[in-house]
């Protein structure tokens, strides 16, 4: 596709349930960026990665998260043990060769806890 | 205290008035500057981009950065209802991640 696809667009789980939100980067990015945002919050950064190197993950903000990426490709972001306070959209980011200055956002992954 | 800090507003102006956004820092590692605008539930979308202090100019929309001061500032010119968004500031020092700021409401009345 033209953009950053991510999915589930919204996903309203239970406390306790582990979800899996997906990203598929702009074709030939090679640099991929989850963030968070909280309801009147900033973007939170939780990971980069880029091409085979070993993956930013400092953001992270517990152990309950983590991200896989397939090659220059498909990312997937986990969090288990879902809280109510994981409830955010997490937004996917990708560009091209890690130009941090010029990021192309998904319309981002609608994430309720209840 | 906040790497950046921004005012969150909300800021109602009328269309065709100047607007003025601004944010503060406090990492002098940060070099590099930019301005994303996010409507509602949706990705945020890059407006401007600079790396050194003075002004940037993109049509209606002009960043200004003061390394000096630790504040940067995005100003819109003849406002329009379809600048209602919220618009974040966003920095970069000598890594890939972005720190973003609150992101300040902005409604633009007809």
């Known amino acids: 596709g033209a953009g950053v696809s991510q999915s589930p667009s919204n996903k309203v789980t239970e406390k306790g349930k582990d979800v899996e939100l997906r990203c598929d980067p702009i074709?030939?990015?090679?640099?991929l960026y989850w963030y968070r945002q909280r309801l009147g919050q900033g973007l939170e950064f939780l990971i980069y990665?880029?091409?085979?190197?070993?993956?930013?993950k400092s953001g992270l903000p517990s152990d309950r998260f983590s991200a896989e990426r397939t090659g220059e490709s498909v990312s997937t972001l986990t969090i288990q043990r879902t809280q109510q306070e994981d409830s955010a959209v997490y937004l996917c980011?990708?560009?091209?060769?890690?130009?941090?200055?010029?990021?192309?956002f998904g319309e981002g992954s609608w994430l309720t806890v209840v | 205290q906040k790497e950046v800090e921004q005012d969150p507003g909300p800021l109602s102006v009328p269309e065709g008035a100047i607007v003025s956004l601004n944010c503060t820092y406090s990492?002098?590692?940060?070099?590099?500057f930019m301005w994303y605008r996010q409507y509602s539930r949706k990705g945020p979308e890059l407006l401007m981009y600079?790396?050194?202090?003075g002004n940037k100019e993109d049509g209606r929309f002009t960043a200004q950065v003061d390394k000096s001061s630790k504040y940067i500032s995005l100003f819109i010119r003849d406002s329009q209802p379809s600048d209602s968004a919220t618009y974040l500031c966003?920095?970069?020092?000598?890594?890939?991640?972005?720190?973003f700021g609150t992101g300040t409401r902005l409604t633009i009345i007809p």
């Open positions: 600079t790396y050194s202090s």
């Open positions: 990492n002098s590692a940060f070099q590099y």
């Open positions: 980011a990708s560009s091209w060769q890690g130009s941090g200055n010029t990021i192309y």
């Open positions: 966003a920095l970069r020092g000598g890594n890939e991640k972005l720190t």
């Open positions: 990665f880029q091409g085979n190197s070993a993956p930013d």
């Open positions: 074709s030939g990015h090679t640099a």
